[in-house]
């Protein structure tokens, strides 16, 4: 059986050694040998940049991730300043919870999000999923103005990067009006499987835009096999 990927499945070799093939968004995709499924490890100080902005009522994220403990940090998202023009999320390990951020709300509680447990958020314009339940619904309204482009594993607070997250990453991608703006997938360094050109360090691998994405903080990403 072949691993699956953005949906996608990924199948293994064939039993003559050779490589199948699969194709996503019409861009085929190489299967690798071992199938392996990855995940970046950020421990405070990585982050990556996008280069859209969030605007709430047209917008929706996606994020697959498990975080750890300490202090509150953020998942992803942008906000004018610290109280208008917003759409974010930030873990707050104390409380075993999400705080969920827009427009006219701040820090609406996700509650029951448990640290070291994989978990997949959707936050699309006013409605949040955890695992496809919808958890909670945000007020919403036009922004006065766009709160700034999207962080990952941080949040862009009028182009300063706020608390970057601390746990791990198994992926990321940003719409707008349903068209897909970035699609981050986990890759290790020396890999092959989405360029022939090898992973220059453990990084994203940008299916939208066929690049490799290093960490835009401090210091390169962990890597983790699932």
């Not at 072949?2 to 968004?25: E, F, H, R, T, W």
């Not at 403990?69 to 942008?78: N, T, Y």
């Not at 208008?84 to 999400?98: H, K, S």
């Not at 090898?198 to 699932?226: K, Q």
């Amino acid at each position: 059986m072949g691993a699956y990927l953005s949906g996608v499945k990924i199948p293994k070799p064939s039993l003559d050694g050779k490589m199948q093939n699969a194709y996503l968004d019409g861009k085929k995709v190489f299967a690798e040998a071992d199938g392996k499924e990855y995940g970046l490890v950020f421990t405070g100080t990585q982050w990556l940049k996008t280069e859209h902005e969030l605007w709430g009522e047209y917008t929706k994220a996606e994020m697959d991730f498990s975080y750890t403990g300490g202090s509150s940090h953020w998942l992803f998202g942008a906000r004018r300043n610290g109280t208008q023009n917003m759409m974010c999320v930030m873990v707050d390990p104390a409380g075993q919870r999400l705080l969920v951020s827009s427009r006219m709300q701040a820090d609406v509680p996700v509650a029951g999000i448990l640290p070291n447990v994989r978990y997949k958020i959707v936050y699309e314009k006013t409605s949040v999923f955890i695992d496809g339940v919808l958890r909670v619904t945000v007020s919403g309204g036009s922004f006065s103005t766009d709160p700034g482009k999207c962080a990952v594993g941080a949040m862009n607070q009028g182009g300063t990067i706020m608390s970057p997250f601390s746990g791990t990453a198994y992926g990321f991608r940003l719409w707008k009006d349903g068209t897909l703006l970035h699609d981050f997938v986990p890759v290790p360094a020396g890999s092959v499987k989405w360029s022939a050109t090898p992973a220059p360090v453990n990084c994203a691998w940008d299916t939208v835009a066929g690049l490799y994405r290093p960490s835009d903080g401090s210091g390169d990403f962990g890597i983790r096999e699932v």
